[in-house]
Structure formats: C-alpha cells, structure tokens
C-alpha cells in the first residue's frame, strides 16, 4: 500500500515560474526523498530530509517536512524547460525494534514546463 | 563507475516464457531491490537482497525470483511470464537498508507479455 502520495497528480506551468508539488504519508516516517525521473529514465535522487529536520535546500530546490501534518512539499524555483519530469517522494516506515525500512514511493507528479 | 547497469533495455516474451532480467552495480552496496512501475501505480517493491546470499520479499513477489550469490549482481527471474508482468522494471542500490541512504537506480528495463 502506499505510504506516501504526491499531489497534484500533475502540473503545467511557464518556464520561469515557480512549481509546488506536496506529499502526504500515513505513518510516522525517519527520512523523507524526493527523486526526479525524466521520461524513459530511472529515477534520480534530489533531496533527504529527515524527520527532526524541517526544511532542506539543494540548488534551485526547497523542501520542507512538516511532521505534525505528515506532509512534505518540493518547491521548484525559476523553473526551466529540462525540470520537464515525474517527481517522487518516498518515505521509510518507523519500525518498532529499530530495524531499517525500505523506502515506499508515491504515485509522482508529473511536471510540465512549457517554454 | 558505471553506477547500476540493467539489461536488457527491451524485450518480448510469449506468455508463458521465462526470462532473467539482470542487474549490476559497481559501488559495492549491501542493499540491492526490484520495482515495477505501472502507470498509475508508482513503484512497487517487488524482492529485496540486504546482502549477498540473502533475499527476501517485497509487496508484488508473485512470479517473480531472485538471487544474490555476489554482492554486484542482483538478478530477477520470471518463472512463467503472464500478460499482468507487462511492465517496466528497476533495479536499484543503496548502501544499506534505509531510508536514510540515497538509491541509485538503473535505466530500466521495458518488458512487454503478448
């Protein structure tokens, strides 16, 4: 099932504005991802946030991590033609005992820059 | 460093075939796992290898299996390909088992069940 889901499910805005994509997840987390993958491609890591962090920045890229609302948000800045892409979030799953979890991906949300 | 290495790219198989989807990584990471990405679905965690000699099961392990007798080479198996396997699939790496790591995935594999 999924842990995490991306919203919206797609977006299409100019080339130069600023593009928000948010994530929702059910259960109490230890990291949160955020990858990229571009049409036909394997998926490309952008960002880590973990669960005591609540904002993290990588370039022309913002994150945010809001644990009370069990949200994330991506925040794209001066968006260009290549951030054309599907954007995932993934999440690990607190397990009882310490054990490490693997990461459960959402659904994406599709990016499109229009030039 | 070639990274994660899939072959192959695509491929047609007849229902009831099978096939052996290999995957490779040079980084010498302990963790190594297979996705299936359908549209509308996301990816979904088919097996999973925390090192070499062991494997375990994912959340769609049905007709597929794996094996990891080294650390680099992961490979995934179908047993008897079914139209439902139409799908695109990934291999990935990380370091250890965790959120905490970054996967590194490969460039995927396009398989098609007529």
């Known amino acids: 099932s999924q842990q995490g889901e991306e919203d919206p499910q797609a977006l299409s805005i100019q080339e130069g504005e600023n593009a928000t994509m948010n994530c929702s997840y059910k259960t109490s987390i230890n990291n949160l991802q955020w990858y990229r993958q571009n049409s036909g491609r394997g998926l490309v890591h952008l960002i880590l946030i973990r669960s005591n962090e609540r904002e993290k920045h990588s370039g022309r890229l913002r994150v945010t991590l809001d644990t009370s609302k069990k949200s994330s948000s991506l925040l794209i800045t001066a968006s260009r033609a290549a951030d054309t892409a599907s954007y995932f979030c993934?999440?690990?799953?607190?397990?009882?005992?310490?054990?490490?979890?693997?990461?459960?991906f959402g659904k994406g949300t599709h990016l499109i820059i229009q030039p | 460093n070639a990274g994660v290495t899939q072959t192959p790219k695509f491929q047609v198989l007849k229902t009831g075939q099978s096939m052996t989807l290999q995957c490779a990584q040079d980084m010498n990471h302990e963790y190594m796992s297979w996705y299936r990405q359908d549209p509308g679905m996301g990816l979904r965690l088919i097996h999973y290898?925390?090192?070499?000699?062991?494997?375990d099961q994912g959340e769609v392990p049905n007709g597929y299996n794996v094996s990891r007798s080294t650390t680099e080479d992961f490979p995934l198996r179908l047993l008897s390909a079914a139209p439902s396997q139409t799908s695109v699939y990934f291999c990935?790496?990380?370091?250890?088992?965790?959120?905490?790591?970054?996967?590194?995935f490969g460039e995927g594999s396009w398989l098609t069940v007529v």
């Open positions: 990935a790496s990380s370091l250890v088992r965790g959120g905490g790591n970054t996967i590194y």
């Open positions: 993934a999440t690990d799953r607190v397990l009882g005992g310490g054990g490490a979890d693997g990461l459960t």
């Open positions: 290898s925390v090192g070499a000699g062991i494997t």
